[in-house]
């Protein structure tokens, strides 16, 4: 009986997590298959309610990442404190939601260099910029602009800003940019996303800037970033270290094991994405 998994989303057809979870399992010797299904807010209940017990696991786009919390039933605490699931595991006729994408975003920020942060602007107020609170809370930093297009659909970062203890300031995208510099500059905006967004040469030489959007590559950010010689993170780092930890969910069912070889699955990982 073939083991399946998927990641679910709405459009699906560009995303790179089949290439980086067949190469995991393929290091793994595991015979799992893993594509991706075209699935909306509105399909939802009803796809999640006809998987049989060959399915394992899920991955999850947005808006499915806050969809999905009615009809799971257990939720990990950084997914509870984040309002955001982008990984489900089925075993024993439950569904346990998880959240990775703290763990990808702070990795990637390591992974760069970057161990500890202060201040923070964050462009978007989505699941991924309260994941991204997270994540940049973790690495230290204790104050946050987030720019967003609707100030007051702000409400759940502001709330999940005030339960970890970060000093949040909430402005209007594209208005004026706060004096001071701040250490890194994360931006959860769509890469075909318009802007008008402009950034100070000081901005863009001293704060590291991390893109979440990986395509196209470099984004308009990162090659104002780059004009200057500024540091850049693509989200593509983010995407795969988010996927190793749903690979040790899946395998392991804790996203704090490691796998057996994870030098060897992760570099298979990169090579899939080109990374």
């Known amino acids: 009986m073939t083991t399946r998994l998927a990641v679910l989303g709405s459009p699906i057809a ?17 015979d799992w298959d893993y594509d991706a299904r075209e699935v909306t807010g509105a399909d939802l209940g009803t796809f999640v309610a006809g998987l049989d017990d060959t399915w394992r696991g899920l991955s999850l786009t947005m808006p499915l ?6 009809l799971l039933d257990d939720v990990d605490p950084i997914a509870m404190l984040t309002g955001a699931v982008n990984t489900v595991v089925l075993s024993g006729g439950r569904r346990r939601g998880f959240n990775t994408d703290v763990y990808g975003i702070t ?5 760069a260099g970057v161990e500890r942060l202060g201040s923070v602007w964050i462009l ?11 994540a940049v809370h973790e690495l230290g930093a204790r104050e946050a602009t987030l720019l ?9 970062i502001t709330t999940l800003a005030a339960t970890i203890g970060v000093r949040l ?14 250490d890194a500059v994360v931006s959860t905006l769509p890469g075909h996303a318009e802007h008008d967004i402009r950034f100070s ?6 704060s590291v800037l991390f893109d979440v959007a990986y395509s196209p590559w470099p984004s308009t950010f990162a090659r104002e970033w780059q004009a200057e010689g500024g540091s850049v993170i693509s989200g593509l780092d983010m995407l795969i270290n988010q996927a190793l930890a749903q690979v040790r969910i899946f395998v392991t069912g804790n996203a704090a094991d490691a796998l057996d070889d994870e030098p060897a699955v ?5 090579a899939a994405v080109g990374s």
């Open 124 to 134: 978007g107020g989505g699941a991924t910029a309260a994941s991204v609170l997270a």
């Open 148 to 156: 967003v297009r609707s100030v007051a659909r702000a409400g759940d």
């Open 266 to 270: 992760l570099a298979a990982m990169r």
């Open 169 to 182: 300031t909430v402005s209007e995208l594209g208005g004026p940019l706060p004096a001071a510099t701040p």
């Open 65 to 70: 990442k806050k969809d999905i919390l009615p």
């Open 14 to 30: 560009h995303s790179q997590s089949p290439a980086l979870h067949t190469a995991a399992y393929g290091v793994l010797g595991l």
């Open 201 to 206: 040469e000081a901005v863009r030489r001293e």
């Open 107 to 111: 990795r990637a920020f390591r992974d």
